[in-house]
């Protein structure tokens, strides 16, 4: 992402930094348990984002391991003065020594934590201090964790059905395909990786003065490839990749880890388990209307479906489809396709992440552009109905009257139900071959 120019860099690190020497001159003068807790946690993930920023900058990598070995000092030195001057409440050790919470902050850390320093205890301290903010969903942080640090205990467990954060989920899935597939499931994940940040994060390409060209760097597929010894030949170009960060660690550490470190799943950790949302068993469903036809639209993802009803509430009649499409796509991952008519980039990433979520469907591929815009949005919709239709599922069309495409993908079995619903619910339903023409 090399739109991303010096200047706003250095605003940015102007800015980080000088937040950083006020929090830390704050230390002194914090007189309560969790006004210090509260500006400590603050200064672990702004010291995080200061690395990133750094490394995003060009700094080279000497420079670079001087700035992590001073950060892991300067938090060091910050968690003894909270040991020696808070008081610790007994059930108060989680909080007070974990206080990093933010998920590109959290990669950041234990990336170039990983990779430039040859202390595998530096890892381990900073896997430690790993906190999830409640229902964050990231497990795959989880996972790095115990696979850095076996005696590492996540606040929720691994295997948990909580659901995955959109952007971790590719990367999810990809550690858990046998090793052999696993080097190509992350080349299709970069592959799409830009639009996916776009949808996720706002990441707009050829924009070099505001925050939206901030790149997002891909470092957890970097610390998947390191852990799991992944080959990357067929991504390591890509603009985000910290390619010169993973090629240090195997010229430096790798050889020194590999003794005392097991190489994830297959060396004996627990089996690492995508968290998907359970689904209910569709042909015994006692909702009726509109909870109905989102939960046929959900594929029995319960939790979804009421989420989307939380936001809309259960009308006799649909007045507002943009509403009822935009709360389906804002799902982790989304339910719906919801995209203005010329968006194909953000369509694209729907579509694909409409099919990860429903197990049958697997990893569908839009056709690439030339042609984008519009033209691309049709062709991207007629093979997703196709690949659909190959797999039990069939493309829905809704007719909103407006500059947007809106669809649905419903089991083959409930497509004639989900029709017959949309129709008196006053929504305008139509099968995608009668729709998506040239």
């Keep these: 992402m090399n739109s991303f120019s010096s200047e706003l860099a250095g605003r940015l690190l102007c800015d980080v ?4 020497l006020f929090y830390k001159r704050e230390f002194p003068g914090v007189e309560n348990a969790e006004g210090a807790k509260n500006t400590r946690r603050t200064y672990v993930n702004l010291a995080g ?29 910050i968690q003894q003065w909270i040991q020696r001057h808070v008081p610790r409440h007994p059930d108060d050790h989680v909080l007070v020594n974990r206080p990093l919470y933010g998920l590109d902050e959290a990669l950041a850390w234990l990336l170039h934590v990983f990779c430039l320093l040859p202390d595998r205890a530096d890892t381990v301290a900073v896997v430690r201090l790993w906190r999830p903010l409640p229902n964050d969903g990231n497990a795959l942080i989880d996972h790095f964790c115990l696979v850095l640090d076996p005696e590492y205990r996540p606040l929720t467990p691994i295997d948990s059905k909580r659901p995955q954060h959109t952007r971790t989920f590719p990367v999810l899935a990809a550690i858990a395909c046998p090793p052999a597939e696993r080097a190509q499931a ?16 706002g990441w707009k390409p050829n924009v070099t003065e505001t925050y939206d ?13 390191c852990l799991y010894d992944i080959d990357d030949s067929s991504f390591r170009d890509h603009d985000s990749y910290p390619r010169d960060l993973v090629d240090h660690y195997r010229a430096h550490w790798r050889h020194t880890r590999d003794a005392d470190r ?14 998907v949302s ?26 979804a479906a009421d989420a989307v009803l939380e936001q809309i509430g259960k009308p006799r009649k649909v007045e507002d489809l943009w509403e009822l499409t935009c709360a389906l796509s804002e799902q982790t991952p989304p339910q719906a396709i919801h995209a203005d008519v010329r968006d194909d980039e953000t369509l694209v990433a729907q579509a694909g992440e409409l099919c990860i979520a429903r197990a049958e469907l697997g990893g569908f591929e839009a056709p690439e552009g030339p042609p984008h815009g519009g033209i691309r949005c049709t062709a991207a919709l007629r093979a997703l109905d196709g690949w659909a239709r190959a797999r039990g599922y069939r ?13 649905v993908l419903v089991r083959e079995i409930y497509a004639a139900e989900l029709l017959t619903l949309s129709q008196s619910l006053g929504l305008v339903a139509r099968d995608s071959r009668q729709t998506y023409t040239d």
């Design 49 to 77: 984002k200061r690395i990133s920023i750094k490394y995003i900058s060009g700094c080279p990598l000497d420079e670079m391991q001087a700035l992590v070995k001073e950060s892991l000092q300067e938090v060091s030195e």
């Design 213 to 225: 060209a901030y790149p997002y760097m891909a470092y957890d597929v970097a610390l998947a490839v």
């Design 17 to 20: 930094e000088g937040t950083l």
């Design 262 to 275: 097991p190489i994830a799943m297959d060396s004996g950790l627990p089996p690492m388990e995508l968290a």
């Design 278 to 303: 359970p689904k209910a068993d569709l042909s015994k469903s006692k909702r009726k209307g509109i909870a109905r036809w989102v939960e046929l639209v959900c594929d029995g993802d319960d939790s």
């Design 395 to 407: 493309l829905i069309d809704l007719d909103g009257q407006d500059d947007a495409w809106h669809a």
């Design 186 to 201: 992350l080349a299709t994940h970069m592959n799409g990786r830009n639009k996916l940040m776009a949808r996720c994060v």
